[in-house]
């Protein structure tokens, strides 16, 4: 075994709540910043405009900076600001939210987990969410992070794990074969069905339990503690 990959969001952090702190401090700032904005949008308006975004724009689905972006420039122009201000208070505004999205709190034993891998594996990122692995608690443990937003394709596409092959070739200065590769995540059909598919080991955490279950996976962890012993497991 060569390299162990994870997803992110809900696999080594409960998301959630980091969106809806992320979210109050974007709004506050846009309060503060683009006040003709919140006057005639209030911030769960904000949300459901930008759903409404998605729906109407599928390929948007899994981009969900582009999607972000596009939908507040929409509202600055809808309500009065001009195109300068728009683009600029769009940056702005993205920067802040982005920040914050960021402030992530690891899952129990995420940390010590990633620290004891690190020492025989190989450690990278393949996300369909836009938080940036090296600007949080864990940078210092990943070689390498893909997202859907830089690849512009996303999970479960095959082309994001060969992307992902691709890097890891490049990290380890030779082939990697599937096989030895251990895929971590938590979404059922995203991570662990398109892995399998694709002939990588399998992890399925489930710290945040889930409804539906995969077709199948290698291991199944409810703790990050098991995380080690379960990449061993999985030779």
Same mark, same amino acid.
């Given at each position: 075994m060569k390299a162990v990959v994870?997803?992110?969001?809900?696999?080594?952090?409960?998301?959630?709540?980091?969106?809806?702190?992320?979210?109050?401090?974007?709004?506050?700032?846009?309060?503060?910043?683009?006040?003709?904005?919140?006057?005639?949008?209030?911030?769960?308006?904000?949300?459901q405009y930008?759903?409404?975004?998605?729906?109407?724009?599928?390929?948007?689905?899994?981009?969900?900076?582009?999607?972000?972006?596009?939908?507040?420039?929409?509202?600055?122009?809808?309500?009065?600001? $001009?195109?300068?201000?728009?683009? %600029?208070?769009? *940056?702005?505004? #993205?920067?802040?939210?982005?920040?914050?999205?960021?402030?992530?709190?690891?899952?129990?034993?995420?940390?010590?987990?990633?620290?004891?891998l690190k020492r025989e594996y190989l450690i990278g990122a393949l996300s369909n969410g836009n938080a940036d692995v090296f600007q949080t608690p864990f940078a210092e443990y990943f070689d390498f992070a893909l997202s859907a937003e830089g690849l512009a394709v996303a999970k479960p596409d095959p082309e994001a794990f060969h992307a992902m092959f691709a890097q890891?070739?490049? $990290?380890?200065?030779?082939?990697? %074969?599937?096989? *030895?590769?251990? #895929?971590?995540?938590?979404?059922?059909?995203?991570d662990i069905e398109a892995a399998h598919q694709l002939g990588m080991k399998t992890i399925w955490v489930q710290v945040k339990a889930s409804v539906k279950a995969p077709a199948y996976y290698d291991q199944r962890i409810d703790s990050l503690a098991q995380l080690s012993a379960a990449v061993k497991r999985c030779y």
């Amino acid at each position: 075994m060569k390299a162990v990959v994870f997803d992110l969001d809900d696999t080594l952090w409960d998301v959630n709540p980091v969106i809806r702190r992320a979210e109050q401090i974007h709004y506050q700032w846009l309060n503060q910043h683009a006040p003709k904005l919140t006057a005639q949008f209030r911030a769960n308006e904000l949300w459901q405009y930008r759903m409404g975004l998605t729906r109407r724009h599928p390929e948007l689905q899994h981009f969900v900076t582009r999607s972000r972006m596009r939908a507040m420039h929409e509202c600055l122009s809808m309500v009065g600001y $001009s195109e300068a201000d728009t683009l %600029r208070l769009t *940056e702005q505004a #993205f920067a802040v939210f982005w920040h914050a999205r960021n402030q992530i709190e690891p899952f129990p034993y995420a940390l010590e987990a990633l620290e004891g891998l690190k020492r025989e594996y190989l450690i990278g990122a393949l996300s369909n969410g836009n938080a940036d692995v090296f600007q949080t608690p864990f940078a210092e443990y990943f070689d390498f992070a893909l997202s859907a937003e830089g690849l512009a394709v996303a999970k479960p596409d095959p082309e994001a794990f060969h992307a992902m092959f691709a890097q890891l070739e490049l $990290s380890l200065g030779e082939p990697c %074969r599937p096989e *030895e590769i251990v #895929f971590v995540g938590d979404n059922p059909e995203h991570d662990i069905e398109a892995a399998h598919q694709l002939g990588m080991k399998t992890i399925w955490v489930q710290v945040k339990a889930s409804v539906k279950a995969p077709a199948y996976y290698d291991q199944r962890i409810d703790s990050l503690a098991q995380l080690s012993a379960a990449v061993k497991r999985c030779y």
